[in-house]
Structure formats: structure tokens, C-alpha cells
């Protein structure tokens, strides 16, 4: 199993994989998939891809949870806990079924209120669908079912191939990047239609540039972030 970490440097991406899983720098090794060096408006950055070595799976062996350091979340038990995850998890993969795909679920952290699913598909691209729509409406469709099971305070992730985590990302970089082309032309930008979650991304990300202001266009779930300057011409 592979995993992905960012930060400033790449000394701070691998004390944050190492935290993260709870290794020792010589249990794992490292690729460099991306850098971006620091300007005026984008942060600078290193990705990196985590291959965990063998000495791992003795380390966790007979742990049936292995506490996040960084996010409190507890992983390494992807099999249902209760009668609620299990019902929860069978809701989906007949889900998924049903449209005529083969998935293999698992949970991938708990949390309090929060529940992480990751799905397995050799047709993930389509699960996700254009801008994540179909993810986020087969998440929508648990989250109901999990509320008629009686845990409408419990929030449910649905994930596959990492595309959250990727979608993040890459929002990230497009705010930095408007933000870059507002600044330039003193022209505001009007952004794809995204949802809440995305939005929020969008707005804290630039909410401390100055000159540049943020706001969301449009009715109901999908709306705009519209990239404005407000400084002085």
C-alpha cells in the first residue's frame, strides 16, 4: 500500500508520513511526485509518495488499531466494528452493484461523527464522475441511509483512488493560480460551479491575500467563487 503527504520542504513531508503512519524513517521509502518553489501568491510545496517496507505489516501485526498521530483518526481496520458499519457497508457495495460495478469496500478511519469509506472499482473513474459529482452523490445517498439507521450525527467519506485528497490539491493550486491572474489584470475570474466543501477551500485558501476578495455566486448546491480584486488600481 502506497500513500501521498505535502508540505513546504520535503524534510516536513516525511516527519509528517512518519507521524502520520507512526514509522521510523528507515521503514519506508519515498518518491518525489511534485514541487512547486514559492511566489508571490502560490505556497511552496513537496509532494511525496510513501512505499512502506515489509518491516511495517510485523509492526502492526495483531493491532487491530493504529491511532493517526496527526488526525486522531483510528485505521488499519478496514472490517466492519458494529451492526451499524456493517449494515452501512453492504448498503454501498449493493449500491454500487446495482449500476452493474464490481467494488471492494473497507473503512479507513473513525472518527467522532465521521466515518471514512474508501471503494475499490476497476471503474472508479466512473464512480467519481465529471468534478466528483457521481462520488458525492453516491455519498449523499449513505449518508440518508446511515440517518435512517438512526446516526444522522454521523458524517460518512466516500473515496476512491484518493480523489478527495487529489481534489484538494488541486483547488489549492487553482485558487493561487486566479488569485496570480486577478492580481495581474485586475480582472475578477469566475470559478467552475462546486460544492460547499469546495467553495470553503477556496475562500480560506485566499482569505489572507491581500487585495483579493472571494465570494459565491449563484442558487442552489453547486455555486461560483468569483475571484475579485479590491485593491487600488
Known amino acids: 500500500m502506497t500513500y501521498e503527504y505535502e508540505g513546504k520542504t520535503e524534510k516536513e513531508a516525511i516527519e509528517k508520513a512518519a507521524a502520520e503512519l507512526g514509522l521510523d524513517r528507515d521503514q519506508f521509502d519515498i518518491e518525489i511526485l511534485e514541487?512547486?518553489?514559492?511566489?508571490?501568491?502560490k505556497k511552496g510545496?513537496?509532494?511525496?509518495?510513501?512505499?512502506?517496507?515489509?518491516?511495517?505489516?510485523?509492526?502492526?501485526?495483531?493491532?487491530?488499531?493504529?491511532?493517526?498521530?496527526?488526525?486522531?483518526r483510528v485505521v488499519a481496520d478496514p472490517l466492519p466494528q458494529d451492526e451499524f458499519e456493517k449494515?452501512?457497508?453492504?448498503?454501498?457495495?449493493?449500491?454500487?452493484?446495482k449500476m452493474g460495478y464490481e467494488v471492494k469496500t473497507e473503512i479507513v478511519f473513525r472518527e467522532p461523527q465521521k466515518i471514512g469509506i474508501k471503494m475499490d472499482s476497476q471503474n472508479s473513474s466512473i464512480l467519481i464522475g465529471r468534478k466528483?459529482?457521481?462520488?458525492?452523490?453516491?455519498?449523499?445517498?449513505?449518508?440518508?441511509?446511515?440517518?435512517?439507521?438512526?446516526?444522522e450525527d454521523v458524517r460518512i467519506i466516500l473515496?476512491?483512488?484518493?480523489?478527495?485528497?487529489?481534489?484538494?490539491?488541486?483547488?489549492?493550486?487553482?485558487?493561487?493560480t486566479t488569485a496570480d491572474k486577478v492580481h495581474q489584470t485586475h480582472n475578477s475570474i469566475l470559478l467552475e460551479p462546486m460544492n460547499?466543501?469546495?467553495?470553503?477551500?477556496?475562500?480560506?485558501?485566499?482569505n489572507d491575500i491581500p487585495d483579493i476578495d472571494t465570494k459565491s455566486e449563484g442558487d442552489g448546491l453547486y455555486k461560483q467563487v468569483r475571484v475579485s480584486w479590491k485593491?487600488?488600481?
Do not use: W
Not at 509518495?49 to 488526525?71: K, L
Not at 460547499?196 to 485566499?206: C, G, N, V, Y
Open 231 to 233: 485593491g487600488v488600481r
Open 159 to 176: 473515496d476512491t483512488e484518493n480523489y478527495r485528497i487529489r481534489r484538494e490539491e488541486s483547488l489549492v493550486r487553482l485558487a493561487y
Open 196 to 206: 460547499p466543501f469546495e467553495r470553503r477551500l477556496i475562500h480560506t485558501t485566499l
Open 45 to 72: 510545496y513537496v509532494k511525496i509518495r510513501v512505499h512502506p517496507v515489509d518491516a511495517f505489516d510485523a509492526a502492526t501485526e495483531g493491532n487491530d488499531n493504529i491511532m493517526s498521530a496527526s488526525t486522531g
Open 132 to 151: 466528483g459529482k457521481n462520488l458525492d452523490a453516491l455519498q449523499l445517498l449513505a449518508n440518508i441511509y446511515a440517518g435512517r439507521l438512526g446516526h
Open 87 to 97: 449494515k452501512l457497508v453492504e448498503f454501498i457495495n449493493t449500491m454500487i452493484e
Open 35 to 41: 514541487t512547486q518553489k514559492n511566489s508571490l501568491f
